[in-house]
């Protein structure tokens, strides 16, 4: 019997699959994970909660058209806030949402109010103006229960009249006294 000797060609390098970074939890002082949303004054991932409030708020049948939903009206949002509004509000939106408003170059004008809409109106298939308002009102008004109700009125002061109604709030005017001729 002879001998057989087996040479192997080496194959291309393939890439490397990326990898997922996975923070290392928090411990507490007994060893146990501190999950995020858990600890005082935390962000968290509420992703998934952010995601049931805008589906209850919108009456969306599944949760895939809620997130699909969301995902377009904060990108649409991530363009009209800037400066500080903007890094706060990313800041107290979970970790999904703020990459979704990050995503976004903000307009150098803010868009007024109907014209955001009708934006938005483009952006989801079969929508009408009056669809698109519901679905920009169910998720921006649910913004201030997670973002804080400051936080939102100086967003909406940054914005052009309009936007305060698809926040879910009244946009009060001062009254002109009458003019006496």
Not at 62 to 83: D, F, H, K, Y
Not at 150 to 172: C, K, N, T, V
């Amino acid at each position: 019997m002879t001998a057989t000797t087996i040479t192997t060609m080496p194959r291309a390098a393939a890439p490397a699959p990326a990898r997922a970074v996975i923070p290392t939890p928090q411990r507490n002082r007994l060893g146990s994970a501190v999950r995020d949303d858990a600890r005082p004054g935390a962000r968290g991932d509420g992703w998934s909660e952010l995601i049931a409030s805008v589906r209850e708020a919108g009456q969306y049948p599944t949760t895939a058209e809620a997130e699909r939903v969301t995902r377009i009206v904060l990108s649409a949002l991530g363009g009209q806030v800037t400066g500080e509004e903007r890094v706060d509000l990313a800041r107290a939106l979970p970790t999904e949402a703020a990459a979704v408003i990050a995503s976004q170059i903000p307009l150098t004008r803010p868009q007024p109010a109907p014209e955001f809409v009708d934006t938005i109106a483009a952006r989801i298939e079969g929508s009408t103006p009056a669809t698109a308002r519901w679905d920009v009102s169910s998720v921006l008004s649910v913004l201030p229960e997670r973002a804080g109700a400051d936080l939102i009125d100086r967003i909406i002061a940054q914005l052009p009249p309009g936007y305060a109604l698809l926040f879910g709030r009244a946009e009060l005017t001062p009254a002109v006294p009458p003019q006496r001729s």
